[in-house]
């Protein structure tokens, strides 16, 4: 499920002019400043790391926004991330790196370069043994002529606590668009009430595919041809429904055309969303009209059925796409998730989140 909104990266920011203006009343000399104190760098990650369980290790993914408070364009070199100050950790530069950004350069071709007074984020999406708890990064930029480097304050990372129940059965489910470093899902930052959101962080898309790959069988415009659709959506944990929207209509599968104009309230087609407790919600799109079981304020078990797999809202074709947030409404920020037990190449998998591409078995 594509974002509704794309977040504007490109922005004038007053601060960073009132800063500037600041400093330059002050004519002081900061030379015995801490290094790296007074770097018109600002450096933000919203929303602290949490690793998740994933294919015998770990994934950790998150957010660092980069704005840039001086005259002058910076042009990121290097950003290391480290368990402390005293490793060397892992660095992320060249390529790797302008891959990973999304900002103003990202038009001109070097994503790396940061204009005066603009932003950009940098999506992290790192690979790790055993739960870190804490990171530190320095990051490395040129500036005015001049290398420069900057080492933050650690972040500190969570481990995910929450493990669900499937929200399907049977077998053949594929997890497109599912957690990677560069999905639609992964890239779509959103600004809700005042604040940088992720909702689709660790979204998953689930397609039914068999044993060729393939998700229908005859006429691929009918949605009754895709081998998902119809399957009994279900409850993944002991919760209250927050909210349901129904009676939008299914499209005819297609990369673009929608059988509504697509909004806030359309984009998820008919959906539910599962208070699981703890501020999490659990929500389920593109079911089918009519299909929904439940109602706002229906205390729910897991394993209960709330709905078919459909074709509505922004989508393709017939699926159920998944995710996890901290807020009711569409706009909340994307929580990672563990699935109890799956199967994946005639493995069993135990409190693990299914990552992009793979195919899984429900029981």
């Given at each position: ?110 994503a ?27 990051i ?16 500190l ?46 979204a998953?898309?689930?397609?039914r ?68 407790g ?15 079981r ?44 563990e ?25």
């Amino acid at each position: 499920m594509p974002a509704p909104i794309g977040y504007a990266l490109r922005m004038r920011l007053a601060a960073c002019l009132t800063l500037l203006t600041l400093y330059g009343a002050w004519a002081q000399d900061l030379s015995d400043a801490p290094d790296g104190a007074t770097l018109p760098l600002l450096v933000e990650i919203p929303t602290a790391p949490i690793a998740v369980r994933a294919d015998g290790g770990y994934r950790i993914a998150y957010e660092m926004h980069l704005t840039n408070c001086s005259s002058n364009e910076i042009t990121l070199t290097a950003i290391q991330v480290a368990p402390s100050r005293e490793h060397e950790g892992f660095t992320i530069q060249g390529e790797p790196l302008s891959q990973s950004i999304v900002g103003p350069g990202s038009k001109t071709g070097n994503a790396r370069r940061i204009p005066r007074n603009e932003r950009s984020v940098v999506f992290f999406f790192l690979t790790a043994s055993g739960a870190p708890q804490q990171f530190f990064h320095r990051i490395r930029f040129h500036l005015a002529g001049k290398e420069e480097a900057m080492l933050t304050p650690p972040v500190l990372v969570r481990t995910n606590e929450l493990v669900l129940r499937p929200p399907l059965r049977g077998t053949g489910w594929r997890a497109m668009n599912g957690p990677d470093s560069n999905t639609h899902h992964r890239r779509s930052v959103l600004p809700f009430a005042g604040r940088a959101v992720v909702p689709q962080r660790f979204a998953i898309d689930f397609l039914r595919v068999n044993e060729k790959g393939e998700t229908h069988a005859g006429n691929a415009n009918d949605n009754r041809n895709y081998l998902c659709y119809g399957a009994e959506a279900l409850v993944v944990k002991d919760g209250t429904i927050g909210k349901v929207i129904d009676g939008i209509p299914e499209n005819t599968p297609h990369p673009t055309e929608r059988a509504v104009k697509m909004g806030w309230e359309t984009v998820s087609g008919n959906y539910v969303t599962l208070d699981l407790g703890g501020g999490r919600f659990a929500v389920y799109a593109h079911l089918q009209p009519g299909s929904i079981r439940v109602k706002a304020g229906d205390a729910v078990k897991a394993g209960q059925v709330l709905g078919l797999v459909g074709n509505s809202g922004n989508s393709t074709e017939p699926h159920l796409h998944f995710h996890v947030s901290d807020g009711l409404a569409l706009g909340g920020d994307g929580l990672p998730f563990e699935i109890d037990v799956f199967t994946k190449d005639g493995v069993e998998r135990n409190a693990e989140i299914p990552l992009r591409d793979w195919v899984v078995d429900f029981r």
